[in-house]
C-alpha cells in the first residue's frame, strides 16, 4: 500500500471564508446568486431548540472563469454540517433505491466486476447502494460518519462510521486490501476537504481500480433554475472539464460520462487511477454539450439569476394570495433542498402551517430550521384535503403525485420549480 504524492493545499477548505477556486485556485471568481445567510438544511429543529439561538451562514454560489468549477464561497465545518443525528436516509424513498439498484447491477455488467471484487462507498448513508452490490456478489464497505451507519450495520453492510479521509482508507486496505471500485453518489461536492478524500482514493484503489461519482449537474441546475440545490452541503457544484482538471491531478483519467436523471439532473463520471485507455465518445460529447449551452460564459448565469428571482417572487405571491383568500397552503416532503427554497422565498409558518412527510421520515417532530414549519406525518393530508400542496421534492413530482392521487388526495398540487405550476387534476 502506498500514499498518494500529489498535494494542492488550496484543495483543502478551511472553515469560514473561501476566496479561491478550490480546484485550479484562481482569483477569478464571480457571483453567480446570493441566497442570504440561511441556516443548515439538515439541522431540523426539536420543540426546545424553538427557543434557542439559531445559527446561520452566508449562502452565495460563485463561479470560475479559469475551469467552470462553481462553489460556495462560506465553509461551514463537516462537524455541524454532518452532526450524529444528521436525519437523511436514502432507503426510505423508493426512486432513490431503484436509482441505486440500478447503478450497481449497471457498473457491474458494464465493467465485468469479477465477484468478490470490493466495492467501497463514500458517505453510504444506510447502505442502500452497497446493499445493491452485495446482491451482485461483490465484498462491500461503507464509510459514513453519521450515525445512520449503525442503521446500515444493523442490517449487515459493514460501515466504518467515519468521514472518508487517509485514516480510513488506510484502515480498509488494512482489513480487506485494496479496491476495485470506489463510489461516491451525491456526496462529492459535500467534503471541503477535496485533497483529502482523492489521495485517500488513491490509496484505496489498486491502479486500474475505478472512482464513480454522481453529483447535482450545473447545466441541469442552471436549465431547471434550480436555487433550491444550492445549499451548504454543496459546497461545489461541478461541470465535467472542471472534474477532469481535478482528477488529472491526483492521476486518475476521466473514461466515461453520462447525464442521468436523478434530482432532476446529475452526472456520473468514471475515472480509472493510473488509466491509458481512450474516454468512451459521451466524454466529448458532453464537453461539447457544455460548449454550446454557454456554461462557459456569462450570459447563462445572469438568466439565471434573473430567474431565480422571479420565480422566487412568484410561489411567494401564491402563498399570498392563497392566505388572503382563506385557503390551505402546506408542504409535501422535506429534502434538504425545500430548506433553501422556503427561507429564501420567505415563505414561513404564517404562510404554510405543515409539511407532510412519510412515516418513515427521521425528520418527523421536528423543524424546518429557519422557517421552523414544523414536519408532520403526511396521513393529515388525506383527513384534511388541503388546497394546495406544494410538492418540495418537485424532482419527485409526478411519482409523488401519481401516488398521493391513488391514495385520496384531492388537492392542488403546486410545482415550484423550475417555474410555478398549478395542476388540478
Sequence with gaps: MTGSKHFYPHHDAKPGLLTRCQICDSADLALVVDLGHQPLCDTLLTPAQLNEPEEAFPL???????????????????????????????????????????????????????????????????????????????????VEPTDIAKIAIAAGVDTLQSFFNA????????????????????????????????????????????????????????????????????????????????????????????????????IRVTSVKAGTQR???????????????????????????????????????????????GKRFVGNSCPGRCSTLLNFTGIGCDLMPYIAEQLTSLKLGLHLPGKHIPVVNNEILFREQPDYVVLLAWHYGTEIMADLRKRGLRSRFVLPLPEVRVIAD
Excluded: W
Excluded at 477535496?194 to 488513491?202: K, S
Excluded at 441546475?221 to 459546497?235: A, F, K, P, T
Design 167 to 266: 485514516a480510513a482508507s488506510q484502515e480498509i486496505v488494512r482489513r480487506h486490501g485494496q479496491a476495485s471500485l470506489l463510489t461516491a453518489t451525491n456526496v462529492f461536492a459535500h467534503m471541503a476537504t477535496l485533497g483529502e478524500v482523492m489521495r485517500a482514493a488513491e490509496t484505496l484503489l489498486h491502479d486500474g481500480g475505478m472512482f464513480i461519482i454522481e453529483n447535482h449537474y450545473l447545466t441541469n441546475i442552471l436549465r431547471d433554475v434550480q436555487y433550491d440545490s444550492i445549499y451548504h452541503e454543496h459546497i461545489r457544484t461541478y461541470t465535467l472539464k472542471s472534474l477532469i482538471h481535478l482528477f488529472a491531478m491526483y492521476g486518475f483519467q476521466v473514461v466515461d460520462a453520462e447525464v442521468v436523471q436523478r434530482y432532476s439532473g446529475t
Design 279 to 325: 474516454p468512451a465518445k459521451t466524454v466529448g460529447a458532453i464537453l461539447q454539450s457544455e460548449e454550446e449551452f454557454g456554461i462557459y460564459g456569462d450570459k447563462i448565469f445572469e438568466e439565471f439569476r434573473r430567474k431565480t428571482d422571479a420565480v422566487k417572487d412568484q410561489l411567494l405571491e401564491l402563498a399570498l394570495k392563497a392566505k388572503r383568500d
Design 60 to 142: 452565495r454560489l460563485f463561479r470560475c472563469r479559469n475551469c467552470s468549477l462553481t462553489q460556495l464561497d462560506y465553509v461551514v465545518p463537516g462537524e455541524k454540517v454532518y452532526h450524529r443525528a444528521y436525519p437523511y436516509r436514502s432507503g426510505i424513498t423508493k426512486e432513490v433505491v431503484d436509482h441505486l439498484q440500478s447503478l450497481a447491477s449497471g457498473v457491474v455488467a458494464k465493467h465485468n466486476l469479477p465477484a468478490g471484487s470490493l466495492v467501497v462507498d463514500i458517505g453510504s448513508n444506510d447502505g442502500s447502494l452497497l446493499n445493491a452490490f452485495k446482491t451482485c456478489g461483490m465484498r462491500v464497505m461503507g
